[in-house]
């Protein structure tokens, strides 16, 4: 299966704050970003999956009205939940906490949060789902701790490893399943 993963275009979000799971909007540039996204994705979609944050959803459901294909909603594909942390500044989050986090984000959940490798398990749970299907080809849109994730995942990094990759907003990566 060959499976376009989007990630969301840029967040209207002061730099320097946390957020995961916070459901913000996105900048007014978002009609400008997607040009290059639609004409980047093929028509022989046949579905496309997204994160239910709005920030995604949006260019999910814009993307299946020009590929006239349906949309799943999955909440597997959240980005990372940084619990108490969400729309806190990074300077302002607790150093001792955020060091010890900072140290073992693979296995330290952030408080009220997850961990780096809770996400992954939630990643892998939907690629396993997603392997169950007839799907040929497929769009997802979600965010950049997700995408690390199928790095880790279907490209066999390690976390330390695709955690030192950056998605850009609104980049396409395509991997084989």
């Not at 002061?14 to 994705?41: N, R, W």
């Amino acid at each position: 299966m060959e499976i376009h993963v989007i990630r969301h275009t840029a967040p209207d979000i002061a730099k320097g704050v946390c957020y995961g799971y916070t459901d913000i909007p996105l900048l007014s540039s978002f009609e400008e970003e997607t040009q290059a996204i639609f004409h980047s994705i093929p028509n022989s979609i046949e579905v496309i999956y997204t994160s239910p944050l709005s920030r995604c959803k949006r260019l999910a459901y814009k993307l299946s009205e020009t590929k006239n294909v349906s949309v799943l909603e999955d909440v597997r594909l959240k980005e990372l939940n940084f619990g108490t942390w969400e729309m806190q500044r990074w300077d302002d989050i607790d150093s001792t906490l955020l060091l010890k986090w900072m140290s073992n984000y693979e296995d330290e959940c952030c408080p009220n949060g997850e961990s780096y490798r809770q996400l992954v398990n939630r990643v892998d749970d939907f690629l396993v789902t997603l392997s169950q299907t007839d799907y040929k080809r497929i769009a997802i849109v979600t965010h950049g701790g997700v995408i690390k994730a199928m790095h880790t995942l279907i490209n066999k990094l390690t976390l330390k490893d695709a955690m030192a990759r950056h998605a850009v907003y609104g980049e396409i990566t395509i991997f084989n399943l």
